[in-house]
């Protein structure tokens, strides 16, 4: 089966935990779309439109400071493995492939020293401690990653010696471009090469270090050497070979510099057999592998928001409409096997290798640009909300000091949160220090990071409460402090206190879609009940003490799947409650009693009859170390 089409997973021998790339079952590389012309892969020049102006813009990171909760339990124990990690293991493959001496043991997993995709998890490392840096201040994370950039920056400027282009920067040789060019068979060089980038650009953005933008500036220009030399056909066959980000950090080089040179690199990354369909609003994604598909629509909107025209916006927001509306499981992921299948395939696509971590990393980026430009939109933060409480909170082991994290979050019958086989790990573990790097222990370092970076934004006026989170946010222009006091989802509404400063404007919470019933006082006298799926705007000048509480009433649903609506799912508001096995593992979907589901004195635990025998219903965020169900047999 080949890595090209339907995932990663088939290329790691798994057998003794070995990490090498297996050579078999490689396919002809799909053919490139006729070019129009004979010319050069160049793209069109960069347009001339302004930067589009996003309605709202988040907070830095350092505004927003995350309060006791389970939210920030999880970016403590990821903290902690940044800070455990050893750089030298994770940049021993980047020493030795420019020819520096390295002792260091090597990493297993996607990071070992004969596996093609080795050096992305370099990158995330990157972006998880400038990430947990601005979040937490702890100047231990911000100076581990300068040692990083260093490093890193040693062996770029090694690579002519090492016989590699000027600015060329990786961990596997640049054959391996060559190879790709070439249409050979090779991983997906352009991946890590977008991690490290994205990695360099966040050192430099979020932790002030002004050598990550040299360094990744001088790989991007390596990007331009290397690209612009191909006609239209041979990059769009290289384009068929996951690139990852590509073109969304190219264009946040363009925003950082103002050069347009990155914009125009930024276009030669348009995948025209996967975008032109998406810009005409047709799903023909059934056989792609996900997660190469969406951090290209993460590009567009970035390409789009940096001048290029109004075609790269609808790529990104019919794509996330497209994904969100047929694509995707209750708990907010996508995928079976990697890969989209049918539009509205859910009760068919069912098992212990859906909902990939890394997709709903990306999707949740795609979600939070969108916003941006329509803050008001309901079912984007309704999206963002599942999709945070129910599988990126519940990848993490809460039993581990280090955070270890999943591939998967399965939803199949029989589920169980672990590492998949062809990790070549234990059966029941999460991940692990070394021995399993993949591309969701990438992404989970990250994740686990960045909690806080949507709970607010703002525009010039109104501050938006988008997520109920325990939080504090400083609004410096504004010069006042809003403190978020909550339990949810065990507590079904949240507290809104100015603790400092004082300020008029407009602060606006949101009401989700599952709503009904919301109500709201200020403080202590009671505010018009705002209706579900819109927002509660309170306008007034602030001072500290002023206190808006808003309860947001849960109710239990069962959401049926669109293929088969005998075959459901049970939420309580957007809690999506898994049925817990133990180590018996059920090999037939159960058939659950829906009218037996009962409340516990345990918030959000409850009982219930399926195939005449109890069982206990908990969130799936919690259920961890047993087999699971989350879809049942109703009806």
Not at 336 to 352: C, K, R, T, Y
Request: glycine share 10%.
């Amino acid at each position: 089966m080949s890595r090209h089409s339907l995932g990663r997973r088939h290329f790691l021998a798994a057998a003794g935990g070995a990490a090498a790339v297996v050579a078999a079952g490689s396919t002809p590389a799909l053919a490139a779309p006729p070019a129009a012309d004979g010319g050069t892969a160049a793209a069109p020049a960069a347009g001339s439109s302004p930067r589009a102006a996003s309605a709202v813009r988040p907070f830095p990171l350092t505004a927003v400071s995350l309060l006791p909760g389970v939210f920030r339990d999880n970016q403590a124990r990821n903290s902690a493995y940044l800070r455990f990690v050893d750089i030298n293991r994770l940049l021993h493959t980047f020493r030795r492939n420019v020819g520096i001496v390295s002792s260091a043991q090597p990493c297993g997993g996607w990071e070992g020293p004969d596996v093609e995709l080795r050096g992305h998890s370099t990158g995330h490392l990157m972006s998880g401690l400038a990430l947990a840096f601005a979040n937490t201040g702890d100047t231990g994370l911000r100076d581990k990653g300068a040692q990083v950039v260093a490093a890193l920056a040693a062996c770029q400027a090694r690579s002519p010696q090492a016989g590699f282009g000027t600015g060329y920067l990786s961990a596997f040789p640049e054959s391996f471009f060559d190879r790709l060019e070439a249409r050979t068979d090779v991983w997906a060089p352009y991946y890590t090469i977008h991690k490290i980038m994205a990695g360099l650009v966040d050192q430099y953005q979020l932790a002030g270090n002004a050598q990550a933008l040299d360094v990744v500036l001088r790989q991007a220009a390596w990007v331009d050497q290397r690209t612009a030399r191909l006609s239209y056909s041979q990059m769009q066959a290289v384009l068929e070979t996951e690139f990852g980000g590509m073109p969304d950090v190219l264009a946040d080089l363009h925003a950082i510099t103002g050069d347009s040179r990155w914009l125009a690199v930024s276009e030669r990354f348009y995948h025209a057999r996967v975008l032109d369909p998406l810009s005409r609003n047709e799903d023909r994604l059934a056989g792609l592998h996900a997660n190469t598909q969406i951090p290209k629509m993460v590009g567009a909107m970035r390409q789009w928001e940096e001048g290029l025209d109004a075609k790269y916006r609808s790529i990104g927001e019919n794509f996330w409409k497209i994904v969100t509306g047929h694509h995707t499981y209750v708990i907010g992921g996508n995928s079976n096997g990697e890969a989209f299948h049918e539009p509205d395939a859910i009760a068919s696509q069912l098992s212990n290798g859906t909902c990939e971590n890394c997709n709903s990393y990306n999707m949740l980026k795609l979600t939070r640009l969108v916003h941006f430009h329509a803050p008001d939109r309901a079912d984007l933060l309704d999206y963002y909300e599942r999709t945070l409480f129910n599988q990126m909170l519940g990848e993490q082991d809460p039993n581990s000091s280090h955070g270890f994290n999943i591939y998967y979050t399965g939803v199949g019958t029989g589920s169980f949160k672990q590492q998949p086989s062809f990790m070549g790990s234990d059966p029941n573990a999460y991940s692990t220090d070394y021995d399993n790097f993949s591309c969701d222990h990438g992404t989970g370092m990250e994740t686990q990071a960045k909690f806080a970076d949507t709970v607010y934004t703002h525009d010039d006026t109104r501050l938006l409460v988008n997520l109920f989170i325990p939080s504090q946010v400083t609004w410096s222009e504004k010069g006042v402090t809003w403190r978020q006091t909550t339990g949810f989802p065990d507590e079904a509404g949240t507290t809104l206190t100015v603790v400092s400063g004082s300020a008029t404007h407009p602060l606006s919470v949101r009401i989700p879609s599952w709503a009904s019933g919301a109500q709201a006082t200020l403080n202590g006298r009671p505010l018009p009940a705002p209706a579900p799926g819109s927002r509660l705007t309170v306008d007034r000048a602030w001072r500290a003490g002023d206190t808006v509480k808003v309860s947001l009433p849960m109710r239990t649903t069962i959401e049926p799947t669109p293929d088969n609506s005998r075959v459901a799912a049970v939420l309580r508001g957007p809690v999506v409650l898994a049925g817990g096995y133990g180590s018996t593992r059920p090999t037939r979907m159960p058939t659950l009693d829906t009218g037996s589901i009962r409340e516990t004195s345990t918030p959000l635990a409850f009982t219930a009859t399926a195939d005449g025998k109890a069982v206990t219903l908990d969130p799936i965020a919690r259920t961890h170390h047993q087999y699971y169900t989350v879809y049942w047999t109703t009806g």
